[in-house]
């Protein structure tokens, strides 16, 4: 299927030939759907486009996996993308947790947005990274007060990713 890149989003253009974009937002959770169109990250275009299923264009060239990696490389997107890749692997439904202060809304699998809330925020923290207390205090917080579980992802020097579970206690 047919996606065009414009600046940071990929958009597929929905028409009566290409109803499955509906289908990728309605029942993985890709994207932002509208009337007309599928509007994409970079990081969901660039795992739609790994697994096959779409093809970016940019000024009517067809890109290449490494020219969109190269992109979300540029903006500093790579640990994103590798923590979103394994989620998605696993049979999460993810959204954007911009509203949260996180990178993501997890929901668990099975559940669609819109059917309910997502159960985890994802917070996606490199190992060479140093946290402020404050600053974790304040995810945790946020984390707590919109009834979520925290999903601390780290990203080490290899990209391996190590998951931690962070909960609200009351001492």
């Known amino acids: 299927m047919r996606a065009d890149l414009f600046d940071k989003t990929v958009t597929i253009k929905i028409d009566n030939e290409s109803k499955r974009a509906i289908s ?16 994409l990250s970079l990081i969901e275009a ?7 299923r779409i093809d970016i264009y940019k000024n009517n060239q067809k890109c290449t996996q490494d020219q969109i ?7 500093d997107l790579f640990g994103k993308y590798i923590v979103y890749k394994d989620l998605k692997d696993r049979g ?25 809330h997502s159960d985890y925020l994802v917070k996606v923290l490199y190992e060479s990274y140093d ?3 404050l600053d974790f205090a304040s995810y945790i ?9 925290l999903l601390l992802a ?15 206690t009351r001492p």
Do not use: C
């Open 24 to 39: 990728f937002n309605q029942k993985s959770g890709f994207g932002k759907l509208s009337e007309d169109k599928l509007e």
């Open 46 to 52: 660039l795992y739609l486009m790994e697994n096959g």
């Open 69 to 75: 990696l190269t992109l979300i490389k540029n903006q």
């Open 92 to 116: 999460y439904i993810i959204k954007t947790g911009f509203k949260y202060g996180s990178e993501f809304r997890l929901y668990d699998r099975g559940r669609q947005p819109g059917a309910g």
């Open 131 to 133: 946290i402020h207390a």
């Open 141 to 149: 917080r946020v984390a707590h007060g919109v009834n979520k579980k």
């Open 154 to 168: 780290v990203v080490d020097e290899d990209h391996d990713i190590t998951y931690y579970n962070v909960e609200w």
